[in-house]
């Protein structure tokens, strides 16, 4: 969710009781402001929470010219001192997802290791076993969870002739009836059901709006949770995979935003809850 817009935004979303006590608030107001100073970002949103046992993360995303190319995460502990992650690799990402268990511990440093399996091949103690730091697996965690779950309305960003992807000025927002439908909310990531669609379906494509997957696309279905909040003036979705993720939307208005707050696991019982 947009730093300009936080205190009036994190009240939209906490309806799951889920949100930042007043103190880390105040600090964020500030801090915000800098960080998009000191990194030259266009502007910056606060991204959300991973609770860890030890220390929690509080996580920022800049973004630049390009609002889908363009982007950084950074990290804190206490709202005020930023890290930069790392860029994610396909590397990381499998060595993440092959290495990495279990709830974060809140050490950027701490080492998650395993076992490689042999093949009947001798291999040197110190190769025989992969090593993931947690400040790795945060940037691959943060990375999965845009790509899965973040969220914006259809037509709050554009994309010119050349590629570029930027919020669209002229965005008023969704009316009431078009917030009830998931067709009208897509994925801030790049398409991956575009390549797949026929001429026909291409042909009802606006290729300035539509070059994200929409969330009726989803498989399985049911992955999102849609309902109207603060008494039926706010559209709020909830994302059933990854627990702790939550989208606003002010209908008739371009207020949009998400934030996920949670341990940053993916929910792997979602076959059992549809």
Known sequence: MDSDWLNYSLDLVSGNGCTLSVEQRVVLQTSLVILKKNYNFHRVLLWGKIVGLKEDYFIAQGRGEDEMKDKKNLYSFNCLDWFLLP??????????????????????????????????????????????TEENRLAVTVHRIDEEASVV???????????????????????????????????????????????????????????????????????????????????????RLWLGLTFYHLPMTPQHGYIYIGDGTKNLDIPFML
Request: charged content about 25%; some cysteine; glycine content about 6%.
């Open 87 to 132: 860029s994610v690799t396909d590397s990381m990402i499998e060595e993440v997802s092959t290495t990495a268990k279990g709830h974060f511990i809140g050490d950027p440093s701490y080492l998650y290791e395993r076992q490689k399996q042999g093949e009947g091949v001798e291999v040197p103690e110190q190769e025989a076993t992969a090593k993931v």
């Open 153 to 239: 309305p259809r037509g709050a960003f554009i994309r010119s002739p050349h590629g570029l992807v930027q919020m669209n000025r002229s965005f008023c927002g969704l009316s009431r009836s078009e917030a009830g439908k998931l067709d009208n909310f897509l994925h801030f990531s790049v398409s991956k059901n575009l390549k797949r669609k026929s001429y026909q379906e291409m042909a009802d494509l606006n290729p300035a709006f539509d070059f994200m997957d929409p969330l009726s696309e989803d498989i399985p279905k049911g992955l999102w949770n849609l309902q109207f909040e603060c008494a039926s003036k706010v559209c709020v979705m909830r994302s």
